[in-house]
């Protein structure tokens, strides 16, 4: 059952942060992760704060620095753009892989990067230690799906496909509130829980973001995204990777490879890269990659499976990469 709540449409940014300022104000951009969360109770709301008619943050345009996506392009125009395709491709595949066609129509890229954690207790009848509870109950119970890097406690795993895609490029987010705009690298816009259990991201109060913008690619850059699920379609990630390679020939000059599925943030593998960099691009480099990849993984009783997931999923990626 929905609470009672006041709906205001924002008609400027400095309308939307005024509202914002109340307690218990929630943004809405696409509504595809509010509604949810209203429902499920997990947080309280008093007003919602709907961004959706802000053309200020619609559209993808280029310029010399890169390409800007306004945070209320939907998850669908981003998939079906020529610019994203053609420059971007994994942040294409990620986008395309969310959900489903009903929901990337309506979800931004906003929302799917500021969402709320799908872990089942978090949005259950259950206080855990992210909703200032005293434990994690996915430590003790059915964390078929839950992560294994970064846990510290917390072992939800972060829901976003195109985040991942997104810290791969090296983008950057642009942040607005009452206290004015700032900047900073989209990788780091998450907070591991042993950081702030109780937060998913750096945005204070009111925050907004606005824009992304992904920095011109390499001519020489190669990218995917992979994705498993349990089911085809209308799932989030068991496991994933975004892979953005530069390459000289065959040998990998640099790397960044981000895994979806694995850890409460997107989880960017320095040990994946550090595996693959200087190296030619071959079976054997990809399989011990993929094996760098979860080096340091924690699993808990039902999820060691993902271990050797990520290791397939990972050499899959780089052996399908190096043939592109």
Not at 157 to 174: E, F, K
Not at 231 to 253: C, E, N, P, T, Y
Not at 285 to 292: L, M, Q
Request: charged fraction near 20%.
């Amino acid at each position: 059952m929905m609470p009672e709540f006041t709906y205001i449409r924002a008609k400027s940014l400095k309308d939307a942060f005024s509202h914002l300022s109340g307690e218990g104000a929630r943004i809405h951009a696409g509504g595809t992760d509010i509604l949810g969360c209203m429902r499920d109770k997990i947080f309280d709301v008093k007003s919602v704060v709907s961004i959706s008619g802000l053309n200020d943050l619609k559209g993808i345009r280029e310029t010399g620095e890169g390409l800007h996506i306004g945070a209320l392009v939907t998850l669908t125009e981003i998939a079906e753009n020529p610019a994203v395709n053609g420059r971007y491709p994994a942040l294409a595949q990620g986008a395309a892989s969310a959900s489903s066609p009903q929901l990337r129509n309506q979800g931004t890229i906003g929302g799917n990067l500021c969402q709320k954690p799908r872990c089942w207790y978090y949005r259950g009848e259950f206080h855990c230690l992210r909703k200032g509870g005293d434990r994690c109950f996915a430590v003790a119970g059915e964390n078929h799906y839950h992560c294994i890097l970064g846990g510290e406690g917390c072992y939800i795993v972060h829901p976003s496909d195109t985040a991942p895609a997104l810290i791969a490029y090296g983008a950057a987010v642009h942040i607005e509130g009452r206290k004015g705009k700032r900047s900073i690298p989209i990788e780091n816009l998450f907070v591991l829980p042993s950081q702030d259990v109780t937060r998913e991201t750096v945005l204070e109060p009111g925050e907004i973001v606005t824009e992304i913008l992904l920095p011109p690619p390499a001519k020489q850059m190669k990218s995917s995204y992979r994705k498993v699920r349990a089911r085809r379609s209308w799932d989030f990630a068991v496991a994933g990777v975004a892979l953005a390679l530069q390459l000289k020939g065959d040998i990998v000059s640099s790397a960044r490879i981000v895994l979806s599925g694995a850890a409460p943030i997107p989880w960017r593998s320095k040990e994946a890269e550090d595996s693959i960099t200087g190296k030619i691009l071959d079976t054997a480099n990809a399989r011990k990659t993929g094996a760098a990849a979860v080096s340091g993984a924690q699993p808990l009783e039902h999820n060691g499976y993902k271990i050797q997931l990520f290791r397939g999923i990972i050499e899959e990626a780089l052996i399908t990469i190096s043939a592109a």
